[in-house]
């Protein structure tokens, strides 16, 4: 697509509740990246994928987190058990090895 | 670890004033800098970028340079416009961290007639 893709924009959710988040990439972009952003904070790495290789997780707060990717293509990002500290916006970035990422708008995620 | 420190915010400049947002990191070797900017409702969008020491970025009218000595890479602005307002966002990629960046926390600037 023209650029990278997040959905849904907005998500309010109950404390425990699972939610899933959906990032599609640019096409044929290979490196695909989750940020996390809390309000009044800096982007903090959650998680990188670069094409066939295993992901980089180093960035995932606890095990609650997780986050698949198949091939190049779509990846989501689930969250178990939301905690209200979970509430922020969630970022995605794709790119090709080296150059600049592409953002996405992002998912603004509001734990209740 | 690789870390990267911007200055407090929220900017308040009117137009046609010299913006400067400081920013200063700590890495190993010789990272690669660079700001983003995120305008209202958009995604965040590299704005321009330095990759060795003394180079100097720019686009848009924006300037930045690398400078090892005192680790900064400050942005710049001759004459600040209206559409300008935004949040900017200093970045670093380390030597051995891969594709991965590390952002500073994002200064917002806001542009007054």
């Known amino acids: 697509g023209a650029g990278v893709s997040q959905s849904p924009s907005n998500k309010v959710t109950e404390k425990g509740k699972d939610v899933e988040l959906r990032c599609d990439p640019i096409s044929g972009h290979t490196a695909l990246y989750w940020y996390r952003q809390r309000l009044g904070q800096g982007l903090e790495f959650l998680i990188y994928?670069?094409?066939?290789?295993?992901?980089?997780k180093s960035g995932l707060p606890s095990d609650r987190f997780s986050a698949e990717r198949t091939g190049e293509s779509v990846s989501t990002l689930t969250i178990q058990r939301t905690q209200q500290e979970d509430s922020a916006v969630y970022l995605c970035?794709?790119?090709?090895?080296?150059?600049?990422?592409?953002f996405g708008s992002g998912t603004r995620l509001t734990v209740v | 670890g690789d870390s990267v420190t911007q200055m407090e915010g929220p900017v308040t400049l009117s137009e046609e004033a010299f913006l400067t947002i400081n920013c200063t990191y700590t890495a190993t070797g010789y990272p690669s800098l660079f700001w983003y900017v995120q305008y209202p409702g958009e995604g965040l969008q590299l704005l321009l970028k330095?990759?060795?020491?003394?180079d100097k970025g720019s686009n848009k009218g924006f300037e930045a340079t690398y400078r090892k000595e005192t680790t900064s890479f400050h942005l710049e602005k001759g004459s600040v416009q209206v559409s300008d307002s935004a949040v900017y966002f200093c970045?670093?990629?380390?030597?051995?961290?891969?594709?991965?960046?590390?952002f500073g926390e994002g200064t917002q600037l806001t542009v007054n007639p």
């Open positions: 994928f670069q094409g066939n290789s295993a992901p980089d």
């Open positions: 970045a670093l990629r380390g030597e051995t961290s891969g594709s991965r960046l590390t």
């Open positions: 330095a990759t060795k020491a003394d």
């Open positions: 970035a794709s790119s090709l090895v080296g150059y600049g990422y592409t």
